[in-house]
């Protein structure tokens, strides 16, 4: 039986309560401590069962005590989905990851200003004439030009470019903040931002590149891998999304992308995003399942 998480709340919220309605029910449940949450945690199949059963106890209402199926007397009516601001609240590294690449993107007219685009390249750059010169990779941190290993994400050459990798960002990273906090994700970014960037260096040389998708492709083979070890909620994409950005990063690999005149793509970036995140997955996925067989 595959348990995954249903609630997660601070440790001052009394459960027990709601935990002695479930053991009446017969429910199958477990709860852990993670931190400073504890876990809820039921088989797969009851999830959205065990959420409305919570969200009735928190209003005061009579829980089922028939003995008819589970579902047939729960029928849950449809709740509004969180307002947008109410989920940016909730996801405030998500949030703020996106508003500085639009702040970047303010800032250097999405690529088209290309003095104030050096201010975020991999390795700083001087514009003469028809040419750019980079400075060596070793001379930029000697010259305490640290910024430069994380910066390039934040960097986007085009609305298309900058508005799709900031809806995948919202759509990936708010999915590991509610899942691991907001310091997982902060700190999950910022290595696969760097893992990126020094892979994209070193593999294609000096050039100049940027944008949020080797980020990217590292949440996703992280959430990709946590979920085949510890099954959780946040974690269940829709059908197809991994196939298609795999399948993305195949047609990119071939350089035909580049060839229909759709820009060049950083696909040393992406496949070291995509490297790393799945090692993070691997790691925190069975992390996260030898801690549910423990209880």
């Known amino acids: ?29 477990r ?17 959205g069962d065990v959420r409305v059963l919570y969200e009735r106890h928190l209003r005061g209402e009579a829980l089922p005590i028939v ?15 969180p307002s947008l601001l109410a989920q940016a609240k909730a996801c405030k590294v998500t949030t703020l990851v996106i508003v500085l690449c639009l702040l970047v993107a303010g800032v250097t007219g999405l690529g088209d200003n290309l003095g104030t685009v050096g201010w975020f390249t991999f390795l700083e750059v001087q514009v003469r004439g028809d040419y750019l010169y980079f400075t060596a990779f070793a001379q930029g941190l000697a010259d305490g030009q640290w910024w430069r290993l ?3 994400m934040l960097l986007h050459f085009g609305v298309l470019h900058l508005a799709m990798n900031s809806l995948w960002y919202w759509e990936l990273g708010k999915r590991i903040e509610l899942r691991q906090g907001p310091w997982a994700l ?17 593999v294609g040389g000096p050039s100049l590149f940027g944008g949020l998708s080797g980020v990217l ?12 070890l ?8 829709p059908k197809g999304v991994l196939v298609m950005m795999l399948v993305w990063l195949v047609v990119c ?24 995140g799945c090692v993070t997955g691997l790691l925190g996925g069975a992390l996260a399942r030898r801690k549910l067989g423990a209880f």
């Open 186 to 202: 902060l700190g999950l970014t910022v290595l696969f931002s760097l893992v990126s960037n020094l892979t994209q260096h070193f």
């Open 253 to 276: 690999l071939t350089g035909v992308v580049g060839q229909l005149g759709l820009g060049q793509i950083a696909n040393a970036a992406h496949v070291g995003g995509l490297l790393i």
């Open 230 to 237: 510890a099954p959780t909620a946040q974690f269940a994409l």
């Open 1 to 29: 039986m595959t348990y995954i998480d249903v609630l997660r709340l601070p440790l001052s919220t009394d459960l027990g309560p709601f935990v002695r309605e479930l053991q009446r029910l017969d429910l199958p449940h």
């Open 150 to 152: 994380l910066s390039p």
């Open 217 to 228: 492709y590292g949440l996703l083979g992280h959430i990709w891998l946590f979920q085949r």
């Open 31 to 47: 709860v852990s401590e993670e931190g400073d949450v504890q876990v809820l945690w039921a088989p797969e199949t009851l999830v």
């Open 67 to 81: 003995q008819t199926p589970l579902v047939e007397q729960l029928q849950p009516s449809a709740h509004a989905a």
